[in-house]
């Protein structure tokens, strides 16, 4: 059975940084990919970032250079390191895992299993 809990959500000012996480078990991070997506108020679900069982990382490009997918794969555990955040990174921020053949990356469609989120709220 998959479980994935996110945390680590909260609100800030422009400019700070926050780290998330996604305990995740019944998946394992040497055989499944691994991603981030966030929804904003009235948009869809995005893919944010992406960490591949060989370790490739993706970014969706609004988000290069501030944010950085990991994983501590001796405790299960999924992160995204945020940094320099603007109020257009609000929303509320899913861990996904087993991304399925053909998919593309930033397809939520694409994912098997699903958290239910963090919320993120940046102010100005």
């Known amino acids: 059975q998959v479980q994935l809990v996110e945390s680590g959500g909260g609100s800030v000012q422009a400019g700070r940084g926050l780290r998330l996480s996604c305990a995740a078990s019944?998946?394992?991070?040497?055989?499944?990919?691994m991603a981030w997506f966030r929804q904003g108020p009235e948009k869809s679900r995005e893919g944010t970032a992406f960490?591949?069982?060989?370790?490739?990382?993706l970014y969706t490009d609004s988000v290069k250079g501030r944010f950085t997918i990991s994983r501590d794969s001796a405790r299960n555990i999924l992160y995204l390191e945020m940094i320099n955040l603007k109020p257009g990174d609000t929303g509320m921020y899913y861990c996904?895992?087993?991304?399925?053949?053909?998919?593309?990356?930033?397809?939520?469609?694409?994912?098997?299993?699903w958290g239910q989120g963090t919320q993120v709220t940046v102010s100005l």
């Open positions: 996904a895992a087993v991304r399925r053949p053909g998919s593309a990356w930033y397809v939520a469609g694409g994912y098997s299993y």
């Open positions: 019944g998946v394992s991070f040497s055989r499944d990919d």
């Open positions: 960490l591949s069982p060989g370790g490739a990382t």
